[in-house]
């Protein structure tokens, strides 16, 4: 059975404890690998790599970190198919999105910010006739980076990757729930010859791993995707330290569809933004609200196209919903379904675990779910569910649906679907989220800046601000 063991001083070390604790194939249910079981010994042997590393790192010229960066980005791009199959078994997702989605941009992430390196710039200000002030750019230091398991080397890259390109050095963790594509990244993180200590993954739990990482005083920022509950943990902790902090937290993001939609591309686009990845991706659509002349003929067709996805296999090639990461999680998103009934709620269809056969039979299972009947302020409307499941709502008013939109304490990401091109951005500035599709969704640019407001989050992630998150600014002022 593999060991996920720790990637410290540019080695694979074994964890202090000498302690591992299961990884589980949500698909099978069964045990298949063993994740170091870290705790605080591991993470100040990291933090003293890293700390050890900062001098050369930070002044090695942008030119060499973007060959590393770039070179990082080629081997994972070599081992695509393997790195797939390794996030579909680790994770349950379908091995065709970790082949199309999360592989690719794990690449995509180290390239961007591989050449990022190479253009960023520093201000200067004139003050006539007196002096000139420029302000320096200038890496934090040693970083923390920990990221949640849903999107498992994606996210994991989006916040090494600049962090490293802006000439800090790193500690990361990885969920302990899908440790498995970071591991194999730290191999490759050696066959590319990264240099010792410049990145540090340290495996285990959270509350043993993770709150080391944020109470150690030399980490000086900490770049954090995961619940919101996890980010005021880390909020109160680090605060006090004045730690920089970078919080990408949960969503209930609405799905706003008026009458006079193109109304297949939304059907289309809706089925994916409600059930990809098994509904745990933090930006899906969970709560569709529907312009009412529309709202019987998208409830019967959403419902027959819904009941077409099929629940199966991850490995499957024409597999639409997998495995639920883990059985915790499974019961967590029953025990939603089970709470919409008892709030009045009518299930669509879906609301059931799926049994499987032959392999899967153990596995964790849940049939994508449409539910209707519940008023916007129930509890199923406003808590993050984070599965396969959808609340439909009519409404007949612009101002009816912003308030329902804006009535949860998340603020991550909203979709809107009109043909009328005044609606679209009249709706788009007045809801509250970090980020709005019109007519689309899950495009990303990775230049332009990602974030939540509200309860998602705090700053903003992608583009010259991750690497400027990195970054302390010095302001040097010169008499002339
Ligand atoms: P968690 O908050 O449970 O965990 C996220 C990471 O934090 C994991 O690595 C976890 O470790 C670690 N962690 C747990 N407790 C602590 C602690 N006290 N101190 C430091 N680190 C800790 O989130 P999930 O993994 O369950 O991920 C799902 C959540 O992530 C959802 O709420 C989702 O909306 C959100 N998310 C937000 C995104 C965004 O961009 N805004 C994107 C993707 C997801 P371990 O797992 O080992 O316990």
């Known amino acids: 059975m593999v060991r996920i063991e720790n990637y410290i001083g540019g080695e694979l070390v074994k964890p202090a404890s000498g302690s591992y604790l299961d990884n589980f194939e949500p698909a099978t249910g069964k ?7 870290s705790d605080d010994r591991d993470v100040n042997l990291a933090v003293e790599a890293a700390k050890a590393a900062f001098p050369s790192w930070s002044k090695t010229p942008p ?13 994972i791009e ?57 302000t320096l750019r200038q890496p934090l230091g040693v970083v923390g980076c920990i990221s949640p398991w849903n999107l498992p080397l994606y996210l994991f890259t989006w916040k090494i990757a600049p962090a490293l390109a802006a000439g800090c050095t790193v500690v990361a963790k990885p969920s302990e729930v899908t440790p498995m594509t970071a591991y194999l990244l730290s191999k490759l993180c050696i066959e590319a010859g990264l240099p010792v200590g410049v990145l540090n993954i340290v495996h285990g739990t959270g509350p043993k791993v993770g709150s080391a990482i944020v109470a150690h005083r030399d980490i000086k920022a900490i770049s954090f995707t ?8 880390i909020a109160r902790t680090a605060a006090p330290m004045f730690k920089k902090l970078s919080l990408e937290l949960g969503g209930k993001n609405p799905n706003i569809i008026f009458a006079d939609c193109d109304y297949e591309e939304m059907l289309a686009t809706t089925i994916r933004s409600s059930f990809s990845n098994q509904g745990e991706i933090c930006l899906c659509g969970s709560r569709i609200f529907i312009e009412r002349p529309m709202y019987e003929q998208f409830k019967g067709d959403f419902i027959s196209r819904v ?28 025990s939603y379904i089970d ?53 439909l709502t009519p409404f007949d008013t612009e101002e009816e649906v912003l308030g329902y939109a804006n009535s949860v304490r998340y603020g991550l990401s909203s979709t809107i679907w009109t043909e009328n091109l005044s609606r679209a951005h009249r709706v788009a500035a007045a809801i509250e989220s970090g980020i709005v599709w019109i007519n689309c969704w899950l495009f990303r640019d990775l230049r332009t800046p990602f974030g939540g407001v509200k309860d998602s989050g705090l700053g903003r992630e992608g583009g010259f601000e991750a690497l400027k998150f990195f970054t302390e600014e010095k302001n040097v002022c010169v008499k002339i």
């Not at 045990?31 to 079981?37: G, K, L, M, R």
């Not at 009941?307 to 597999?319: E, F, I, S």
């Not at 709030?343 to 899967?360: H, K, Q, Y």
């Open 226 to 233: 995961g619940g919101t509950k996890t980010g005021e943990d």
């Open 78 to 134: 070599r081992d695509l198919e393997a790195l797939a199959e390794a996030e579909s078994v680790d994770n349950g997702k379908p091995v065709s999105l970790a082949r199309s989605l999360d592989i690719p941009r794990s690449v995509a992430n180290f390239k961007f910010y591989a050449t990022g390196a190479m253009h960023t710039w520093n201000e200067s200000h004139e003050t006539v006739g007196k002096a000139i002030n420029y």
């Open 339 to 391: 709470l919409a009934r008892e709030e009045g709620g009518t299930i669509l269809t879906g609301g059931n675990s799926v049994a499987m056969d032959g392999r899967c039979a153990d596995g964790w299972f849940i049939e994508p779910t449409v539910i209707d009947g519940l008023p916007f302020d129930c509890r199923t409307n406003q808590e993050e569910i984070f599965g396969p499941v959808v609340t």
């Open 31 to 37: 045990v298949y690998s063993e994740i170091a079981d």
């Open 63 to 75: 030119e060499e970190r973007f060959e590393l960066l770039n070179n990082l980005a080629g081997l």
């Open 307 to 334: 009941r077409a996805l099929k629940v199966g296999d991850p490995m499957d090639a024409d597999t639409d919903v997998g495995a639920i990461v883990s059985k915790q999680h499974f019961e967590k998103i029953m």
